[in-house]
Antibody
Framework: QLQLQESGPGLVKPSETLSLTCTVS??????????WGWIRQPPGTGPEWIGS???????YYNPSLKSRVTISVDTSKNQFSLKLSSVTAADTAVYYC???????????WGQGTLVTVSS | DIQMTQSPSSLSASVGDRVTITCRAS??????LNWYQQKPGKAPKLLIY???SLQSGVPSRFSGSGSGTDFTLTISSLQPEDFATYYC?????????FGQGTKLEIK
């Protein structure tokens, strides 16, 4: 059974960089059939797609965040990571990692991790 | 970006009721429409993909239809575990976008 697990600090100061890692177990991140993505959900609102990465390293980002986002992959560790720079309170959200299958459906999700931006 | 609009935003219904939720895209997305169920404190769960295909393990009381810009999610007979928030998501083009959600509550 495929599982995804987010990890990283739950509190980040304004203007600093948010860093999260998603560890994939029960399957290979190097599968040619899938992308691996990050989605966030501010309290009380719908999800927002942040971006996705293929095992080869090719990426797609949400233009609204593109200038601040970097997604990377480490196939040796079966992990992919998110960095979001210059954070503000508006970046406070639950951050999820998810597998993206052909057709763009998000079929496996991590449990999510709350990241709060506050001094 | 493609805007996704769901209606209604909230809905009260009883166990056994038939319920329909609507999602409209700001442009044609052919059949690249997915539906998710989210319960409090949990990640969204994929229910329907490609407008009408049932994800493995999802009960058959859930069904989806539509193409182009207008889509529906139908629950044929509500069960207690179905009370949750439902989101549509377009995967026609990046950035993928979600509807604002429909909260299904017990009447």
């Amino acid at each position: 059974q495929l599982q995804l697990q987010e990890s990283g600090p739950g509190l980040v100061k304004p203007s600093e960089t948010l860093s999260l890692t998603c560890t994939v177990s029960g399957g290979s991140i190097s599968s040619s059939s899938y992308y691996w993505g990050w989605i966030r959900q501010p309290p009380g609102t719908g999800p927002e797609w942040i971006g996705s990465i293929y095992y080869s390293g090719s990426t797609y980002y949400n233009p609204s965040l593109k200038s601040r986002v970097t997604i990377s992959v480490d196939t040796s560790k079966n992990q992919f990571s998110l960095k979001l720079s210059s954070v503000t309170a508006a970046d406070t959200a639950v951050y999820y990692c998810a597998r993206t299958s052909l057709g763009g459906l998000l079929d496996y999700w991590g449990q999510g991790t709350l990241v709060t931006v506050s001094s | 970006d493609i805007q996704m609009t769901q209606s209604p935003s909230s809905l009260s219904a009883s166990v056994g009721d038939r319920v329909t939720i609507t999602c409209r895209a700001s442009q044609s997305i052919t059949r690249y429409l997915n539906w998710y169920q989210q319960k409090p404190g949990k990640a969204p769960k994929l229910l329907i993909y490609a407008a009408s295909s049932l994800q493995s393990g999802v009960p058959s009381r859930f069904s989806g239809s539509g193409s182009g810009t207008d889509f529906t999610l139908t629950i044929s007979s509500l069960q207690p575990e179905d009370f949750a928030t439902y989101y549509c998501q377009q995967s026609y083009s990046t950035p993928y976008t979600f509807g604002q959600g429909t909260k299904l509550e017990i009447k």
